[in-house]
């Protein structure tokens, strides 16, 4: 039975290895190599656009962390238990906080879920700043990087289209040039 882990193991082993053969495929699939080259081309104002987003939620996620422990809720204030503990669990600490805020845009948590809550034992001005951190996020913020992408891939593309077109401008004049004169 030993034997036949090891075996299995060095199999895996191999298997992975395979993994070491995309490279070569893909200088030869021409389609791939430009996605490729689009994704890392469009990483740094990718990582900009996430340094505001990361700034904004952090933001927020310090006020929405402060207006909750100032109200007092989380010491024991009256209602209804099952919204204040939905209150403790979103917006209990600062991290807590900013996890809740991008599952919201990100869709991994209702921001009705979040927001009535917090509207009905916190503040009600705390409604309005959830749908203006809503529309902000999704409409705004996540256009813009769709936007980003898209405004890059056309740059990177126009530059390789112009490449290829001085490589084919190159080769003719090479090929006319039979006797290497220049």
Same mark, same amino acid.
Not at 101 to 123: A, F, Q, R
């Given at each position: 039975? #030993? %034997?036949? #882990?090891?075996?299995?193991?060095?199999?895996?082993?191999?298997?992975?290895?395979?993994?070491?053969?995309?490279?070569?495929?893909?200088?030869?699939?021409?389609?791939?190599?430009?996605?490729?080259?689009?994704?890392?081309?469009? %990483? &740094?104002?990718?990582?900009?656009? #996430?340094?505001?987003?990361?700034?904004?939620?952090?933001?927020?996620?310090? @006020?929405?962390?402060?207006?909750? +422990?100032?109200?007092? *809720?989380?010491?024991?204030? =009256?209602? $209804?238990?099952?919204?204040? $503990? !939905?209150?403790?669990?979103? @917006? =209990?600490?600062?991290?807590?906080?900013?996890?809740?805020?991008?599952?919201?845009?990100?869709? =991994?948590?209702?921001?009705?879920?979040?927001?009535? &809550?917090?509207?009905?034992?916190?503040? &009600?001005?705390?409604?309005?700043? @959830?749908? %203006?951190?809503?529309?902000?996020?999704? %409409?705004?913020?996540?256009?813009? *990087?769709? =936007?980003?992408? *898209?405004?890059?891939? #056309?740059?990177?593309?126009? +530059?390789?289209?112009?490449? !290829?077109?001085?490589?084919? +401008?190159?080769?003719? @004049?090479?090929?006319?040039? !039979? $006797?290497?004169?220049?």
């Amino acid at each position: 039975a #030993m %034997l036949n #882990m090891g075996a299995l193991r060095l199999l895996r082993i191999v298997r992975l290895l395979r993994i070491l053969r995309i490279p070569r495929l893909m200088h030869s699939v021409s389609e791939l190599n430009k996605v490729i080259y689009l994704i890392f081309g469009s %990483l &740094p104002s990718f990582l900009w656009t #996430m340094i505001i987003f990361a700034l904004l939620i952090y933001t927020l996620g310090v @006020f929405f962390t402060q207006i909750v +422990a100032d109200s007092g *809720v989380l010491g024991g204030g =009256g209602g $209804d238990s099952e919204e204040v $503990d !939905a209150v403790h669990r979103y @917006f =209990g600490s600062t991290l807590v906080s900013c996890l809740t805020l991008y599952k919201i845009v990100s869709g =991994g948590v209702d921001w009705e879920d979040v927001s009535t &809550p917090v509207m009905k034992h916190v503040s &009600p001005f705390a409604g309005v700043v @959830f749908i %203006l951190y809503s529309l902000f996020a999704v %409409l705004v913020l996540l256009n813009l *990087v769709t =936007g980003v992408f *898209v405004d890059e891939a #056309m740059k990177l593309s126009r +530059a390789d289209k112009e490449l !290829a077109l001085l490589e084919t +401008a190159y080769r003719l @004049f090479r090929s006319s040039d !039979a $006797d290497g004169s220049g």
